[in-house]
């Protein structure tokens, strides 16, 4: 989520309008910069799960088979990347670690072998993640107040040239790699584009505000999206083509909520909340398992876990106060949970997906996005609030070592990692 206030985003004041009236139907007052092939609308007729007390996981039925990074057929998601199964082009990348800076509009490059930074470069405003194509050739900045995509090249470290595109908030890729997929988060929209030269194809409009992460099914057949200030997940088919199922969190009820009202009261993204939304989901990401899906929820302070196969919510995680990113170990037997607002990470057992430790970062620290290593022995993230990246033994839960940066680190990306593809975001790897 962006840092701006809702002012000094592009489309935003018109999402606020609609807001304050409790909208959460499609806005068709969003100014496009660019022309649109084709939109399309809420596909199927959306399902909204029913209310449910459950705490513990369901057990659906086994996901379809993937390929692995080798191309042979393996029943489980992270096959291909487990420690140093580094493939193609990202073997010829220099090994480094991105920071993208939204509040000084800067990015800078880490070296991990020195934890130190070696370069700073302007980008466009308000740069929210970076983010490895489908195809492990280029990164790309993304800049969703800036309107603007900034390449680099892996093999360097450097910046390579812009593009613009309307507001990308996030980016991820179609399985097969023919399209790039485009959160445009103040616009409602996924918008559809050529992964190379990223012009518009076409747009689908989601019915939910704050269109954030995602992560697709195991047989990357579906992807699961996350709306933060309506509090909604929304499934689609893989290419964002139409919308299958929504899920309304807010009817929902968990341990350990923060109210609504108090999170409004705190000023920043949490005051953003529509009306009647209670849940706050951030980062989705599949469970090594396959079977589902796990959200972090920065209001609700845990990971929601959803049914990859029904797409309906089967339980809730208490993880701490502010949950917002899931990462899986190297060896997929852990999921590391970032609780940004409680200075902490939570290690998740991925066979019980019952909490196993807690971590605790330095006072003040706001951990956020990030990745793992290569050989999994660290998990690199970003303190939001805090200026700084932390540099954390992921078999200790010590921080090694905190690296001050510039103002409003977000999307951190660990470059290389593991994996044959790219489905996006901050090295969402298969």
Excluded at 49 to 57: R, Y
Excluded at 218 to 224: C, F, I, R
Excluded at 235 to 247: E, G, R, Y
Aim: hydrophobic share 40%; aromatic share 4%.
């Amino acid at each position: 989520m962006s840092l701006l206030p809702p002012a000094g985003r592009p489309g935003v004041r018109a999402v606020v309008a609609a807001l304050a009236i409790g909208a959460v139907g499609l806005l068709a007052g969003c100014a496009d910069t660019e022309p649109t092939a084709q939109t399309t609308g809420a596909g199927a007729a959306s399902a909204t799960t029913a209310p449910s007390a459950a705490t513990g996981s369901s057990a659906p039925a086994s996901p379809a088979p993937t390929p692995s990074a080798s191309g042979t057929v393996a029943a489980l998601p992270y096959a291909g990347t487990g420690p140093g199964d580094v493939q193609g082009p990202a073997k010829e990348a220099k090994s480094l670690v991105y920071v993208p800076e939204q509040l000084s509009g800067s990015m800078q490059v880490i070296d991990p072998a020195t934890l130190s930074v070696i370069a700073t470069y302007p980008v466009a405003t308000s740069p929210e993640h970076v983010v490895p194509s489908h195809d492990l050739t280029t990164l790309w900045v993304n800049s969703d107040a800036g309107n603007t995509l900034t390449s680099i090249d892996p093999t360097t470290g450097k910046i390579t040239g812009t593009k613009p595109v309307d507001d990308p908030y996030n980016l991820y890729f179609s399985p097969d790699g023919s399209s790039a997929l485009v959160m445009a988060e103040a616009r409602r929209r996924i918008d559809v584009r050529d992964p190379q030269s990223m012009k518009l194809i076409r747009s689908t409009t989601v019915p939910c505000v704050g269109l954030n992460h995602a992560d697709f099914t195991a047989d990357l057949k579906q992807m699961l999206v996350s709306c933060e200030f309506s509090g909604q997940l929304v499934a689609l088919d893989a290419n964002a083509n139409a919308i299958s199922s929504v899920i309304d969190l807010n009817a929902i009820t968990t341990p350990g909520a923060t109210s609504p009202a108090m999170a409004m009261s705190m000023g920043g993204p949490k005051s953003r909340l529509i009306k009647g939304a209670s849940s706050m989901p951030q980062d989705v990401r599949l469970a090594p398992d396959g079977k589902s899906f796990l959200v972090a929820d920065m209001l609700r302070n845990g990971v929601w876990i959803i049914d990859a196969t029904t797409m309906k919510q089967t339980g809730f995680i208490e993880t701490g106060l502010g949950a917002h990113a899931v990462y899986p170990s190297r060896d997929a037997k852990s999921l590391y949970v970032s609780n940004r607002d409680d200075a902490s990470v939570t290690v998740l057992d991925a066979a019980t997906l019952k909490p196993s430790a807690k971590w605790a970062l330095p006072k003040g620290a706001s951990p956020d996005m990030g990745g793992v290593t290569v050989d999994g022995s660290q998990l690199w993230l970003s303190g939001r609030y805090s200026s700084a990246v932390y540099v954390i033994d992921t078999k200790t839960g010590e921080t090694i070592k905190t690296i001050p940066v510039k103002a409003g680190p977000h999307g951190l990306l660990v470059w290389p990692q593991p994996g044959r593809i790219s489905l996006g975001h901050t090295g969402n790897m298969r």
